[in-house]
């Protein structure tokens, strides 16, 4: 799926932002529950990402960790840049490896997607609204109110991920795809 949105993402307007067909989800998501061979290759690059997003929105805790989710809101309270930096690589030390590996996947997408966003419209901002709400929720229910803040909390903190991927999880992360 990653290559795919890899390959696809920088190139395609409003990625992340247009769903792919519902019942096209729902079938390949059985599908591929089950362990059965998919090519989403054949498939819209929307219904890739409408995948993605279910994918990471089914990690147990989010893959950033719902338990640590007071603390990445408030990265974006601290001062300047290096500060935040620091912060987040900190809580990234905290994850489970899998989780890491993952993230640096995600961010090395996003980050091909972003350097394209004249082409497709989806800047940091743009691709932090759409994707945040996947990556980390609260461990608990609240207010409408207070939800509201938290997700924009979040979406803040992945544009500045988005932006700052490089010098977060190394420059390598923008070839972790090899020559596509």
């Given amino acids: 799926m990653l290559s795919l949105l890899y390959q696809e993402g920088p190139t395609t307007e409003g990625i992340f932002r247009r769903s792919g067909s519902a019942k096209i989800c729902k079938e390949l998501k059985e599908k591929l529950d089950s362990g059965a061979e998919v090519d989403l290759a ?9 995948l993605f997003k279910d994918f990471l929105r089914n990690i147990p805790g989010s893959i950033l960790s719902s ?18 930096i620091k912060s ?39 691709l932090a609204i759409c994707i945040a709400p996947s990556l980390l929720w609260p461990p608990v229910s609240s207010t409408p109110d207070i939800e509201s803040e938290i997700t924009k909390k979040i979406s803040s ?9 490089c010098r977060i999880f190394g420059e390598e992360i923008t070839s972790l795809f090899g020559e596509i």
């Avoid at 338990?67 to 935040?84: A, F, H, I, R």
Wanted: aromatic letters at 8%; hydrophobic letters at 40%; a negative charge.
């Fill in 42 to 50: 054949c498939e819209s690059i929307f219904v890739t990402a409408s």
């Fill in 67 to 84: 338990q640590l989710c007071d603390k990445w809101v408030s990265v974006m309270d601290q001062g300047n840049n290096e500060e935040k």
């Fill in 88 to 126: 987040v690589q900190r809580l990234i030390e905290q994850l489970p490896r899998a989780n890491v590996v993952l993230l640096r996947y995600i961010f090395g997408v996003l980050h091909g997607i972003e350097m394209r966003s004249e082409e497709n419209q989806m800047n940091a901002f743009n």
């Fill in 157 to 165: 903190l992945v544009q500045f991920l988005t932006e700052n991927c």
